[in-house]
């Protein structure tokens, strides 16, 4: 079945940076788009970023363009969020998801990770 | 961006009430429009698609209908085990935006 497993969470000063894994099976990766989600603790869900399936259109939210970068490995299954100058408000619960699918429209958040935490504090 | 406003942000309701949720985007979307679950400490699920089209397994309990700017989910028997958090979220453009939420009870 669809499996996708969420690492590289934990604490962080503000400044600094962390990077967050992906790796996903049960699926082909190489034909799906793939999103960042975040939620803050006891707020709503955030859409951070996502990657088409070959890896050439990337979009960001605004509030982490420029420091946040997303990429894909398509041999190694994985996605990663390198998440640079890290602040407060980027505290959340981080969530891969995979796109429904190559024939349907991008943006069908189908398949989500478990999550992983985000701390930024001094 | 999008605007996606939701409500209400709550509502209490006893089991086997017809429950009603509406998200309101701010500039029409067509169709683009999902429905997701999210019970307390889990992951959001993705209910329904496309405005009305329920994703395998769901129940045929919730619902979804709507186009344009207004879109409606609907539970047409509540039962205990749909108390969650639900979102809207749209995919007509990017960014992607979620409405705020409705937090669903059993009354």
């Known amino acids: 079945q669809v499996q996708l497993v969420e690492s590289g969470g934990g604490v962080v000063q503000p400044g600094r940076s962390l990077r967050l894994s992906c790796a996903v099976s049960g699926f082909t990766f190489s034909n799906y788009g793939m999103h960042w989600v975040r939620q803050a603790p006891g707020k709503g869900l955030e859409w951070v970023t996502v990657m088409s399936y070959d890896g050439n259109n990337l979009y960001y939210a605004d509030s982490v363009k420029g420091r946040f970068t997303i990429s894909r490995d398509n041999s190694k299954s994985t996605l990663y969020l390198q998440m640079d100058n890290l602040r407060a408000e980027d505290t959340a619960v981080y969530y891969c998801?995979?796109?429904?699918?190559?024939?349907?429209?991008?943006?069908?958040?189908?398949?989500w990770g478990q999550g992983t935490l985000v701390t930024v504090s001094s | 961006d999008i605007q996606m406003t939701q409500s209400p942000s709550s509502l209490s309701a006893s089991v086997g009430d017809r429950v009603t949720i509406t998200c309101q985007a701010s500039q029409a979307i067509s169709k683009f429009l999902n429905w997701y679950q999210q019970k307390s400490g889990k992951v959001p699920k993705l209910l329904i698609y496309?405005?009305?089209n329920l994703d395998t397994g769901v129940p045929s309990r919730f619902s979804g209908s709507g186009s344009g700017t207004d879109f409606t989910f609907t539970i047409s028997s509540l039962q205990p085990e749909d108390i969650a958090t639900y979102y809207c979220?749209?995919?007509?453009?990017?960014?992607?935006?979620f409405g705020g939420g409705t937090r669903v009870e059993i009354k």
């Open positions: 979220q749209q995919y007509d453009d990017l960014p992607l935006t």
């Open positions: 998801a995979k796109d429904r699918g190559i024939s349907a429209r991008p943006g069908t958040l189908h398949h």
């Open positions: 496309d405005a009305s």
